[in-house]
């Protein structure tokens, strides 16, 4: 390995979750924060509990809504007659 380009190893870091427990681990950060851990989780905790953090259903409403708003808000096109005469035509005339 090459000596200088490694980060530094942390042996007692901290990672505090948004519950408010705080562990100690080992990693090249000093301290993390964390939304959510095993302490609070629903898979661990058996409790129920809707965790939207980063507004993905409002941001799936907004843009499903934007969509059905331009949809509505466009013009079926005509459909376009082509100028050239078919060969069928042109045996008929």
Avoid: W
């Avoid at 200088?4 to 950060?29: D, F, M, R």
């Amino acid at each position: 390995m090459k000596t200088g380009i490694h980060p530094t190893y942390n042996e007692k870091a901290t990672i505090t979750c948004a519950c408010g427990a705080v562990l100690t681990t080992g990693s090249v950060l000093e301290a993390t924060s964390i939304d959510i851990c095993s302490q609070c989780h629903p898979f661990y905790t058996g409790k129920k509990k809707f965790i939207d953090v980063t507004g993905r259903v409002e941001r799936f409403k907004k843009l499903t809504e934007l969509s059905q708003a331009k949809a509505g808000a466009l013009q079926p096109k005509k459909a376009r007659v082509s100028q050239k005469s078919t060969g069928a035509e042109a045996v008929a005339a």
